[in-house]
């Protein structure tokens, strides 16, 4: 059974950093595109980032680009995502999602991930 399981976020004051972290199981870890998304209230579900657990690629969204890094540790079967910068627009539910079918192809769309993790709050205070 793939588990997928976000943590590490909160408040932060605007121009401050969080950093996300999903640790995920139930599958070959090294072999998997793991993506980070997000959902502000009333709005549609976003791509934030992504990363091929393989080598170690990464893509990232226009509105974060320069601000966010993704990186994994394989060992520890976890991907982060680091939050430099902070923005107010940056507030939302954090996703972390798996995609186990051609992951080697990394993107930013939804409906490409198979396994997603409960959400997590960020929020940052202007």
């Known amino acids: 059974e793939v588990q997928v399981v976000e943590s590490g976020g909160g408040l932060v004051q605007a121009g401050g950093s969080l950093r996300l972290s999903c640790t995920a199981s139930g599958f070959t870890f090294d072999d998997a595109a793991i993506g980070w998304f997000r959902q502000a209230p009333g709005k549609e579900r976003e791509g934030v980032s992504s990363i091929y657990t393989g080598i170690g690629n990464t893509v990232y969204a226009d509105s974060v680009k320069g601000r966010f890094t993704t990186s994994r540790d394989n060992a520890k079967r976890t991907v982060y995502l680091q939050m430099n910068s902070l923005k107010p627009e940056d507030t939302a539910v954090y996703y972390c999602?798996?995609?186990?079918?051609?992951?080697?192809?990394?993107?930013?769309?939804?409906?490409?991930?198979?396994?997603w993790g409960q959400g997590i709050q960020v929020t940052v205070s202007s």
């Open positions: 999602a798996v995609d186990l079918f051609l992951p080697q192809i990394i993107g930013l769309n939804a409906y490409e991930y198979d396994y």
